[in-house]
């Protein structure tokens, strides 16, 4: 029916920079709200940045991110984006996105998930 799929992690230094992406694709109607978390080594899943659908795409994001990682979406492409920046070890994490899916066969959305993207922050 639906997937999503991140791409873009990897292993970085710290001070620099990656950009995630995640594509959803399927009988897509249409995306409400998309969203990146991450969960690192022992730790619970986390939300780190949100947007919103329509005109503005209103942004949210967590403290530990704010300032340094940006949030934005393609409607054209169903996808969403996570530029990352001044990258730090405790970064580290696999980061997942999310997104509210209405399909074709549906009038009401519905989450899906990604199966995440490493990414690790080591010099």
């Known amino acids: 029916q639906v997937q999503l799929v991140e791409s873009g992690g990897g292993l970085v230094q710290p001070g620099g920079s990656l950009r995630l992406s995640c594509a959803a694709s399927?009988?897509?109607?249409?995306?409400?709200?998309m969203a990146w978390y991450r969960q690192a080594p022992g730790e619970q899943r986390e939300l780190i940045a949100g947007?919103?659908?329509?005109?503005?795409?209103?942004?949210n994001y967590a403290d530990s991110v704010k300032g340094r990682f940006t949030i934005s979406r393609d409607n054209a492409k169903n996808t969403v984006y996570l530029q990352m920046n001044s990258l730090k070890p405790e970064d580290t994490a696999v980061y997942y996105c999310?997104?509210?899916?209405?399909?074709?066969?549906?009038?009401?959305?519905?989450?899906?998930w990604g199966k995440g993207t490493l990414v690790t922050v080591s010099s």
């Open positions: 999310n997104a509210d899916i209405v399909v074709t066969t549906r009038n009401y959305g519905v989450v899906y």
């Open positions: 399927g009988s897509i109607f249409s995306i409400n709200a």
């Open positions: 947007i919103t659908s329509g005109n503005g795409n209103s942004t």
